[in-house]
């Protein structure tokens, strides 16, 4: 059974940070390429970040940029979040998503149709 399970969510202050997990299992994972997203109250959901399988290269939404870093843990078939600097906007339930495409480029990373699989999701709210 293929499982994405995140955590690592909680209350921060602004300025604050946070590292999120997100622990894959049921899969190859060294085949996947993971990004996150998160979903804000009354908003649609959004690409955070996204690490390619294919040759580790990442990229990120323009609002996290310089704040937020993805890395990848194969030997722990974890994905990690940091995210620094954490603003009142990044208030949301942060998701971690599969697919096995081994590239995502610029058009296509933040998609959430290109996604395979999806975990539950963790709050994160940044109290301002």
């Known amino acids: 059974e293929v499982q994405l399970v995140e955590s690592g969510g909680g209350l921060v202050q602004a300025g604050g940070s946070l590292r999120l997990s997100c622990a894959a299992s049921?899969?190859?994972?060294?085949?996947?390429?993971i990004g996150w997203f998160r979903q804000a109250p009354g908003k649609e959901r959004e690409g955070v970040s996204v690490?390619?399988?294919?040759?580790?290269?990442?990229y990120y939404a323009d609002s996290v940029k310089g704040r937020f870093t993805i890395s990848s843990d194969n030997a722990k078939n974890t994905v990690y979040l940091q995210m620094n600097s954490l603003k009142p906007e990044d208030t949301a339930v942060y998701y971690c998503?599969?697919?096995?495409?081994?590239?995502?480029?610029?058009?296509?990373?933040?998609?959430?149709?290109?996604?395979?699989?999806w975990g539950q999701g963790t709050q994160v709210t940044v109290s301002s």
């Open positions: 690490i390619n399988k294919g040759d580790g290269s990442t």
């Open positions: 998503a599969a697919t096995s495409t081994f590239y995502l480029g610029t058009y296509y990373w933040d998609k959430e149709i290109v996604y395979d699989y």
């Open positions: 049921g899969f190859t994972f060294d085949d996947y390429t």
